[in-house]
């Protein structure tokens, strides 16, 4: 009843985007081939939106996308610049198509609507959305979430132009990230992801959250391996994307193992920390005795002025004394933590967390990087599966399990290379055809879809079909079954198109195994 009454005023209450637009850029000192290129990307969001949403299913309703986009124009680009041939501009961008500078709030870009909305949408993001308590791994799937968000906002004026829907692979900047993304969207929802994009509050833990809800929703044990595949994905992205990185990364790695080489020698470890110590406690027990003791400390006073230029002598005998209580205070902050790595426990934590900061460097090593990619690609695919055959149980009203489809023929349609899209891959064919039965019994038992045949295999054998269509509303179109000599043919007919005809790849079937007439139109959603 809520969603009528909220396409109802959606439909009375018409906000005028373009005079919203054109307030901001008259307070921007844009050029007028920037402002004309933003002024037709929001028409065709705006004509191509409900499309889109129809489609996407999870995604943010049409006012919150726009004004984001307005919103993020008016506060955080001081300048767009558009890049045209033989000028200053394409001379900096060199062999790029864009560039964003966060801290100068300003933009180059090609001529092209898609790269320019995703700038804008990659401007006001934060480099770090994940606490950085984990280590490493707060800046890679930082890294991948902000660019699979920016992919995300750009989908809408991509894929969709206000009658068809399509994808070219070629025009997404990085399939891989973007089909991740999708994957969480599909999980956890669209207003979860764009909460933690936008992280205002640094004080939740967003990560923990993640796992929370996948726990909740698909159990421990999906979660665990999920998450793993993600942080895993995250690192061989990060490394892909920046390759500048690797060096920085790899010297860090040598450092860990070979402070890792030295805690494996217990022995050797403890007494290290105990001479450390030994030589704080002296420092602590000089500066102890220096404070207390007026000579020692005029003495100190002389000595460290000294050596210091004119603009950083210490004043007075009183602000060394606070300096050195300062400096006392940090050897005994020092002290304690050598007390606490010589604790059992604490030595056996500081080598666990070791090696997992190692787990992810090791990545490094890894001759063929594109190979396992695809590797932990294919793994995550089938994980994500076996959540969404959580979701589908979980179904319990119609409305429920049509969202299901949608979601479903949606993810299909994701292209997960150049060549191919998620319904081509015979590494996952045994999973995708395990969800588009579950999805199907659950769709008829729900009578969300009609029973097409006297038998669940037969049913099965017509209605996958449907997940391979780009027809933007599935729950308007017609289905005729027809026959043609010995073999059953379906065809698919919604308002303004029809598909070419399919076979019914079903062994032994007459026309007395179908509950449908033949030759007849019949509409498929109940």
Known sequence: MQVKKDKFLEKIVKKDYNNQIEEVLENKQFDESAKNLLLSILYKIETSYKDYKTVKRYACTKDEYIENVIDIIKNDCNMIKIAKNNSKEMEILKNRTFLVDKKAK?????????????????????????????????????DMINIGNNINCVETLRDFNGWSWTNVPSEIESIEHNLIYQNLNILVGNKFLNDWVKNNEYIIDY???????????????????????????????????????????????KELEEFLSKIENKEQYISDISEKKKEATNKFNKLDMIINNKELLEKEYTKRNKNLPLNEKIFSIRILAEILVKEKQNILKEI???????????????????????????????????????????????????????????????????ELIYLFRYYNLLPYDNKFNISELKEINRELSSVERKVI??????????????????????????????????????????????????????????????????????????????????????
């Open 106 to 142: 300003e933009i180059i870009c090609y001529q092209i609507e898609r790269k320019l909305l995703y700038c804008i949408s990659k401007i006001n993001k934060k480099d770090e959305i994940v606490k950085d308590k984990y280590f490493i791994i707060n800046k890679t799937l930082s």
């Open 336 to 402: 304690e933590t050598y007390n606490e790595q010589t604790k059992p426990q604490n030595y056996i934590k500081t080598k666990e967390e070791l090696l997992e900061k190692l787990k992810y460097l090791k990545l490094l090593d890894i001759r063929n990087q594109d190979f396992e990619i695809n590797q932990n690609m294919i793994k995550l695919q089938k994980i994500f599966l076996k959540c969404f055959e959580t979701k589908i149980e979980k179904a319990n009203t119609k409305s429920e399990i049509i």
């Open 441 to 526: 019994n659950r769709a008829v038992e729900l009578k969300a879809i009609l029973e097409l045949g006297t038998d669940k295999e037969l049913n099965y054998c017509i209605i996958k079909n449907i997940f391979n269509l780009r027809i933007i509303d599935l729950e308007e179109l017609n289905i005729k079954i027809s026959k043609e000599k010995d073999k059953f043919f379906l065809q698919i007919f919604d308002e303004n198109t029809f598909e070419e005809k399919i076979q019914i790849d079903k062994d032994n079937i007459n026309k007395k195994d179908f509950q449908v007439k033949l030759n007849k139109k019949t509409k498929l959603f109940i």
């Open 207 to 253: 990560l923990e959250e993640f796992k929370n809800i996948l726990e909740q929703y698909y159990g421990e044990k999906n979660s665990n391996e999920f998450i793993d595949i993600l942080k895993k994905l995250s690192f061989l992205l990060y490394i892909k994307v920046n390759e500048s990185q690797k060096n920085a990364l790899k010297k860090e790695k």
